[in-house]
């Protein structure tokens, strides 16, 4: 069965601090993976999207990495700021003739304190 | 432009009552999605829509129907509401594809069954 299982489950940092949220993936093959980011009462925003061939992508102080080996993705936040409080999704698109609905994580909460 | 939105925002059911979920898109996209949203889990697919006049079922559409008249509004409707469609229900829509292309998603609807 496809899914995504991402950790920790919540998080809380200060502000300044850096942070590496973790996702781990079933779905295979895949065609890519997405990083949303969910602001409290809020619909889910991208952050970044990768497809299998590529392993790195940055969106400001955010930058998304992939293992397709291992099955693995991380988003690190780095110089957090209070603005970066809300919950982070990491999603995966499964390649077409193996199922084409897009496989949601449960979402990390983040809470960047003062 | 206003992107993605829904109506209502917030609503109270009790058990057995009907209501309609409205989702417009001013962004001329063909693809649009309903999803269910609840605590600990990824979001879920309801039903989506290819293009105007097109239905089809997701991973949970069991309580819901939909309908899609016009290109740029979806409607989600629960004809007997039950304490367990107490969720958070986001539509997205997309330009093209399932997962190939980017989705953008509305603000919500919070809905409680009593």
């Known amino acids: 069965k496809n899914q995504v299982e991402q950790s920790p489950q919540s998080l809380i940092i200060l502000e300044g601090k850096n942070c590496t949220l973790q996702c781990n993936y079933t779905v295979s093959p895949f065609s890519n993976l997405r990083w949303y980011k969910q602001d409290t009462g809020r619909g889910p925003v991208s952050l970044t999207i990768?497809?299998?061939?590529?392993n790195t992508k940055s969106n400001g102080r955010y930058t998304a990495t992939l293992d397709a080996d291992t099955k693995q993705s991380s988003l690190h936040i780095t110089a957090s700021q209070l603005s970066d409080s809300a919950s982070y999704i990491c999603v995966v698109r499964p390649f077409m003739e193996y199922g084409n609905k897009l496989v949601f994580g449960a979402g990390t909460i983040l809470r960047v304190k003062s | 432009n206003a992107g993605v939105t829904q109506t209502p925002k917030f609503r109270v059911l009790k058990t057995g009552q009907s209501m309609t979920l409205l989702c417009a898109q001013d962004m001329n996209h063909e693809y649009m999605y309903w999803y269910r949203q609840d605590p600990g889990m990824g979001l879920r697919l309801i039903h989506y829509?290819?293009?105007?006049?097109?239905?089809a079922k997701g991973e949970v559409p069991d309580g819901y129907n939909v309908s899609r008249l016009k290109k740029q509004n979806f409607l989600l409707g629960l004809e007997s509401a039950a304490p367990s469609q107490t969720s958070v229900y986001f539509c997205?829509?997309?330009?093209?594809?399932?997962?190939?292309?980017?989705?953008?998603f509305g603000p919500g609807t919070r809905l409680t069954v009593t």
């Open positions: 829509s290819v293009g105007e006049g097109t239905t």
């Open positions: 997205a829509s997309s330009l093209l594809g399932l997962g190939h292309y980017e989705q953008y």
């Open positions: 990768m497809t299998f061939s590529e």
